[in-house]
C-alpha cells in the first residue's frame, strides 16, 4: 500500500511510529485537539497525594464531582450525568432515545454515525456548504426536521470545521425540534475553547427546553484523554433516570472522580489555557490566511480548518512531510470524501506551531 494513501486518526501514535519508524515520544500531535499546557504541577501534585482514593469504590452517585461540574458550568447538579469519556455517554443516549431516524449537521465527527449504527439506527446527514464557510444556516437544518425524526445531533463548535452555532441559533433550532418530539444531543467537547464560552454554551437553556441533552469531557480543555472522564448535562428528568438505569455502576473510577474536582476548580490552569489558544488561534488563522495556495475557515474552537487549493497538492502529500519532520497533522480525507485538500491542526505551543508554520510555507513555495 502507498504510504501517503493512509489517514491516520488523531490518537494514531502508536500506528505512526510503526508506520514510519519515528519514536511516539518525537511526534508532536497536531491532530488529537489536546490542550498543550498538559496538566498543571498543582493539578498533579494534588492528585498524587489522592492516590489511595483507588482502594475504594468510588461514590455511586458521584456527588462531590457532580457538584464541582455544576459550580464549574454553572448548573443544576441534578441535571449532571457523569461517565467514562463522552464517548460512553453518547453511546448510551444514542441507545436510550425513542425510535427513529436520527439526523446529524456534517461534516462531523464519525463516532456519531458509527454509534448509531451500531445501535440500528439510520444516519442521515446534513451538511453544511463550503459555499458558506461551513457556517450554519439554520432553515436548511430546520427544513429538514419532522415527526420521524427522534434524535439530532450538533457538535458545537464542531471538529473539524472549527465553525459554531450562536445561542439564538440553538434556541431557535431546540424550539422546531420540541415540535416535533426531538431529542438534540448537542457535543460541547471543545466549548471552553471559544471566546467567551459562558455567552455561547447551550448549558443554561438546559433550564428551558427538556429536549436538550449537552455533552462535555476532559480529554481535550484539561488534556487529559486517559482519565475517561465525561459528563452530560439536561433538564430531561426520562433521559436522567434512563441513563443512571442502563449505565454500568462505577461507570468513572475513583482515581477520574478526584481528578474531576480538582481540574474543575484549578483557575488559574483554565485562564492560562484559554489566553494561550485564544492568542495563538489569532496569530495561526492570520499567518496562514497570507499563504498563497490555502484557505481558511474562521476557528473558534482549539483547531482550524485549512484548504489547500494549489493544483496538483493534497492533504496526505502535506501529512507525509509534517510527519517525517515529527509534526503530525489531520489529513481530512475521511470528512470530505473523496476530496483531499483539507487538513486540520490544533494549536500547541507557539514554537510548535512556528515549526509547522515553516513546513506548511515550505510545501506550498
Ligand atoms: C467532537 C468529539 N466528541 C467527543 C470526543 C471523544 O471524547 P471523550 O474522550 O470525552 O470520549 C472527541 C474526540 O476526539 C471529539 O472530537
Not at 457538535?155 to 420540541?178: D, F, G, W, Y
Request: hydrophobic residues 40%; aromatic residues 8%.
Amino acid at each position: 500500500m502507498e504510504k501517503s494513501k493512509t489517514v491516520f486518526h488523531g490518537s494514531d501514535l502508536e500506528k505512526i511510529e510503526m508506520y514510519y519508524g519515528i519514536p511516539k515520544e518525537d511526534i508532536i500531535s497536531f491532530s488529537a485537539n489536546v490542550n498543550p499546557l498538559g496538566l498543571s504541577d498543582a493539578f498533579r501534585n494534588a492528585l498524587a497525594g489522592q492516590l489511595d482514593v483507588i482502594t475504594s469504590y468510588p461514590d455511586r452517585d458521584y456527588k462531590k464531582l457532580k457538584n464541582a461540574i455544576s459550580d464549574y458550568c454553572h448548573c443544576n447538579q441534578e441535571h449532571v450525568l457523569v461517565g467514562n469519556g463522552s464517548t460512553e455517554l453518547i453511546s448510551l443516549i444514542i441507545r436510550l432515545c425513542r425510535p427513529g431516524r436520527a439526523v446529524v449537521l456534517g461534516p462531523t465527527y464519525s463516532e456519531y454515525e458509527r454509534e448509531l449504527l451500531l445501535a440500528g439506527k439510520s444516519c442521515t446527514y446534513v451538511t453544511t456548504r463550503e459555499a458558506d464557510q461551513f457556517v450554519l444556516k439554520e432553515e436548511s437544518l430546520t427544513t429538514c426536521l419532522c415527526e420521524e425524526i427522534s434524535l439530532l445531533i450538533l457538535c458545537n463548535p464542531n471538529n473539524p470545521t472549527s465553525s459554531l452555532i450562536t445561542r439564538k441559533q440553538m434556541a431557535h433550532i431546540l424550539e422546531v425540534c420540541k415540535r416535533f418530539d426531538i431529542l438534540v444531543m448537542v457535543d460541547e467537547t471543545y466549548m471552553e475553547f471559544v471566546p467567551d464560552t459562558d455567552s455561547v454554551t447551550a448549558v443554561s437553556l438546559t433550564d428551558s427546553y427538556d429536549n436538550l441533552v449537552v455533552l462535555r469531557g476532559v480529554s481535550k480543555f484539561f488534556a487529559a484523554p486517559g482519565l475517561r472522564l465525561g459528563y452530560a448535562i439536561t433538564g430531561n428528568g426520562p433521559l436522567l433516570s434512563a441513563v443512571s438505569d442502563k449505565q454500568n455502576p462505577w461507570a468513572v473510577s475513583s482515581l477520574a472522580d478526584a481528578a474531576g474536582q480538582l481540574l474543575f476548580s484549578d483557575k488559574e490552569h483554565i485562564q492560562k489555557t484559554r489566553d494561550l489558544i485564544g492568542a495563538e488561534r489569532a496569530r495561526m488563522e492570520q499567518a496562514l490566511s497570507a499563504v498563497d495556495g490555502l484557505k481558511t475557515y474562521k476557528p473558534y474552537a482549539n483547531f482550524i480548518l485549512v484548504r489547500i487549493i494549489k493544483e496538483g497538492l493534497t492533504s496526505s502529500d502535506l501529512f507525509d512531510m509534517a510527519i517525517r519532520r515529527g509534526l503530525m497533522i489531520r489529513d481530512c480525507s475521511s470528512f470530505f470524501a473523496p476530496d483531499s485538500s483539507y487538513f486540520r491542526f490544533c494549536f500547541m505551543l507557539p514554537k510548535d506551531n512556528d515549526r509547522l508554520l515553516s513546513c506548511i510555507r515550505e510545501f506550498l513555495a
